[in-house]
């Protein structure tokens, strides 16, 4: 499988900050896994009594024509932020550009240590996951680091006691295992930010973004059909962000951190933040970058991920699994980064009590290729919240239905904020 550690070749990757406790076993014995050489990692989570048990694995791509390319995923595992046992951070970063790879360890090490230094996080999760983005966003840009033409993803779990906050910018993907009946049905807790998104690419339209497939700036197809299908039947010539009068940038997201000329088209570092109150039906949570997910659904990386105990064994299947349909496809491989965490001892009380960070509040929100398809109530309440471009967060609450699948609900950020509005 290459290097597990992607950035480095230690046997532990480093903190963010230098703090060992960011990949520590809280508790058990640790046991190198033969496949990805990781031991099993575990977090308590005190004020609701239950364990967080996880692990990473990071897969350099196979890319024929650039063997020497590195691998320009990141990840970010902190345990006790702030040095409270209640908060823990898991982040996939992917990189891409010319400098990719030092975009996304420069947005990995200081989204959590914004994050760490807001004194309103425990209290305002989503208000400081917002700001904790745009700075990373506007430190990357005065950084010695150019970011004309490179940038990063970022698909983050924030764990809040009893509570997920989920912030995504760009294309990669959270996704959570609900227990239903005998089902174990997967539920996206992110929505991808590409041109396929209809709000997404009338907001990069406004910015002045012309948004056509390669095919189409190449003149083998009419520009002027502004439709491209989904991004199951269109991934291979997905619709791109191109500058008004010339070839370039050409993204295929349309929110990420860096990019300074996508910026200018609309490309921002504005997260999507979503909300989820655990429960007992809550089994495991898979963090991963687009590379997982290009030929994988979210249900197939679930169902995939729940045939082994081991989150360890699960990873190691699931790129494993990922690698093959890259080179059945195509004749490379993306890079692949994968966070398995399970979710294990928690019980009805626990999972309804408060979230045991002295109050802090519910606020906030819930939800290309493989959403789930399955239609099920889970029981829980769905909160979206998006930050408009006047900085002030709207936010819709929404109520599922038997007959509507969480993965496929994406509030629009011009509806009306509801009564609970951050």
Not at 264 to 271: C, D, E, L
Request: with cysteine; hydrophobic share 35%.
């Amino acid at each position: 499988m290459g290097c597990v550690h992607g950035k480095c070749c230690g046997r532990f990757p480093k903190s963010s900050d230098g703090d060992p406790r960011e990949f520590r076993d809280h508790g058990g014995a640790r046991k190198q896994h033969i496949l990805t050489e990781r031991s099993l990692e575990i977090v308590p989570v005190p004020s609701h009594s239950f364990n967080l048990e996880y692990t990473v694995l990071t897969q350099k791509g196979y890319y024929p024509d650039s063997p020497d390319k590195e691998n320009q995923d990141s990840f970010c595992v902190k345990t006790q932020v702030q040095g409270n046992p209640n908060i823990h951070f898991f982040g996939v970063f992917d990189g891409h550009g010319q400098l990719g790879t030092e975009c996304s360890s420069f947005v990995k090490d200081m989204l959590v240590e914004v994050l760490a230094d807001d004194p309103t996080l425990p209290y305002d999760p989503v208000g400081a996951y917002h700001s904790a983005f745009l700075t990373t966003n506007n430190e990357l840009h005065s950084s010695v680091i150019d970011d004309t033409m490179s940038g990063t993803t970022a698909i983050t779990v924030l764990v809040v006691g009893n509570m997920l906050y989920v912030a995504n910018v760009g294309d990669s993907r959270a996704v959570i295992a609900v227990k239903d009946g005998n089902r174990i049905v997967a539920e996206d807790m992110s929505c991808d930010q590409t041109p396929f998104r209809k709000d997404e690419y009338e907001r990069v339209k406004l910015s002045g973004a012309r948004v056509l497939s390669v095919d189409q700036v190449e003149g083998l197809k009419d520009p002027n059909i502004q439709s491209w299908g989904d991004e199951e039947s269109e991934g291979g010539d997905p619709p791109r962000l191109w500058v008004p009068n010339g070839m370039y940038p050409g993204t295929a997201f349309t929110r990420s951190v860096g990019d300074s000329t996508a910026e200018k088209i609309g490309v921002v570092a504005t997260p999507e933040v979503s909300v989820v109150q655990l429960t007992p039906n809550h089994l495991f949570f898979v963090v991963a970058s687009d590379g997982v997910f290009e030929f994988l659904s979210s249900q197939a990386v679930v169902n995939m991920a729940a045939k082994y105990s081991d989150p360890r064994d699960a990873c190691a299947a699931i790129a494993g699994e990922s690698y093959k349909l890259w080179l059945e496809n195509e004749n490379r491989t993306d890079d692949i980064t994968i966070i398995i965490v399970h979710i294990k001892g928690l019980s009805n009380s626990a999972a309804g009590a408060s979230d045991g960070t002295d109050g802090s509040t519910n606020r906030g929100a819930r939800r290309r290729k493989g959403n789930s398809g399955s239609s099920f109530n889970s029981g829980s309440e769905v909160f979206r919240s998006v930050r408009s471009d006047s900085s002030e967060i709207q936010s819709c609450q929404l109520v599922l239905s038997m007959n509507r699948n969480p993965a496929i609900v994406v509030p629009s950020p011009t509806c009306q904020s509801p009564r609970n509005s951050v």
